[in-house]
């Protein structure tokens, strides 16, 4: 194929596509659902949203599912510029059914050199639950990170003044106090953990004592030992979002938080999701009204902080086979 520079264009053969969307589905996702099916078929590439896999109590809107979809669109773009490939994207094509997230060229008109540390990267990415140190995330750090949104269409702030971080911590605790006592959630989050199967959360990855001056979780116990004693205080809060709160602003944030986390780990900084305060909806326009200074719809919440040197390293969450999402 050539273009009209007449320049010879080579579309990525199945082999390589199939790479990508094996690296791509390395992405996080809510309780690990993985919620995302591929389709490649003439040279076009074709996220959808597996609609079997959103949870109904947490995530009635699809916020959640959408914003895993987007970070696993992140993925793949990132691993195809690692391979030396190019991505041409189409965010929610014309006429496409609603399901269609994404329909992507896979191309190049040159041979790169594979960035051997990007792929490894994708796969050193992981949530860490475990408590951070005491010692904070500097300022710059936070802002860089924060600047790397807007390349994805969203909008980022980092939560660091003391009268900002106590009122976020407030409204996340009554958002948590309020969802605790919703049993159809519950009996949802219980499914999705210790689960047999190539998906969901291992008790080998929730703290086994969660302690009372962390961050609350939504998670039972689990049996992830952390004994070491660690001062706390030292996390941050970046809150993701975008100018709507629709399907196209949750991809592109969904995009953003794949940047953002794959950045932050490069750096050695640990990265955990937090989505119960956006998802009690009076909370989350509490957060926008009274935490964050710029105007902007918040989608998720990411808690940033530095893990203690010498810990061991956490088992990989488990992940779907190709054959299961993948058609080629």
């Known amino acids: 194929m050539t273009n009209r520079l007449g320049t010879r264009t080579e579309r990525a053969p199945t082999t390589v596509i199939e790479r990508l969307v094996s690296l791509a589905c390395l992405a996080p996702s809510v309780h690990n659902t993985q919620p995302w099916l591929w389709r490649h078929q003439d040279g076009v590439l074709e996220l959808q949203a597996d609609l079997r896999r959103r949870l109904p109590a947490e995530d009635p809107r699809g916020r959640n599912l959408t914003l895993s979809c987007g970070?696993?669109?992140?993925?793949?773009?990132?691993?195809?510029?690692?391979?030396?490939?190019?991505?041409?994207?189409?965010?929610?094509?014309?006429?496409?059914?609603?399901?269609?997230?994404?329909?992507?060229?896979?191309?190049?008109?040159?041979?790169?050199?594979?960035?051997?540390?990007?792929?490894?990267?994708?796969?050193?990415?992981?949530?860490?639950?475990?408590?951070?140190?005491?010692?904070?995330?500097?300022?710059?750090?936070?802002?860089?990170?924060?600047?790397?949104?807007?390349?994805?269409?969203?909008?980022?702030?980092?939560?660091?003044?003391?009268?900002?971080?106590?009122?976020?911590?407030?409204?996340?605790?009554?958002?948590?106090?309020?969802?605790?006592?919703?049993?159809?959630?519950?009996?949802?989050?219980?499914?999705?953990?210790?689960?047999?199967?190539?998906?969901?959360?291992?008790?080998?990855?929730?703290?086994?004592?969660?302690?009372?001056?962390?961050?609350?979780?939504?998670f039972r116990p689990g049996v992830l030992e952390d004994t070491r004693l660690v001062i706390h205080g030292g996390e941050r809060v970046i809150a993701l979002g975008g100018d709507g709160d629709d399907v196209g602003s949750w991809l592109r944030t969904g995009e953003a938080m794949s940047d953002l986390w794959l950045e932050a780990t490069r750096a050695g900084m640990s990265v955990v999701p937090m989505t119960q305060p956006i998802e009690v909806e009076s909370t989350r326009h509490e957060i926008a009204r009274t935490v964050l200074t710029s105007r902007f719809e918040p989608h998720l919440l990411l808690r940033v902080g530095w893990q203690a040197i010498g810990r061991r390293d956490l088992p990989r969450t488990p992940r779907r086979p190709l054959r299961d999402v993948f058609v080629g």
């Open 71 to 218: 970070a696993a669109l992140h993925h793949l773009q990132f691993a195809a510029r690692a391979l030396g490939w190019e991505t041409t994207v189409d965010r929610l094509p014309a006429g496409a059914p609603d399901t269609v997230l994404a329909r992507i060229v896979v191309s190049r008109t040159v041979h790169h050199a594979v960035a051997r540390g990007d792929i490894d990267l994708l796969r050193t990415r992981c949530t860490d639950r475990r408590r951070f140190t005491a010692w904070p995330v500097p300022p710059d750090r936070l802002d860089a990170l924060c600047r790397r949104a807007p390349m994805w269409g969203a909008r980022a702030e980092a939560v660091t003044s003391d009268a900002a971080r106590f009122r976020l911590e407030l409204l996340a605790n009554r958002a948590i106090s309020f969802l605790e006592v919703e049993g159809r959630r519950l009996l949802e989050q219980d499914r999705w953990i210790d689960r047999d199967g190539p998906d969901g959360i291992p008790l080998e990855l929730l703290p086994d004592d969660p302690d009372p001056l962390q961050a609350r979780s939504r």
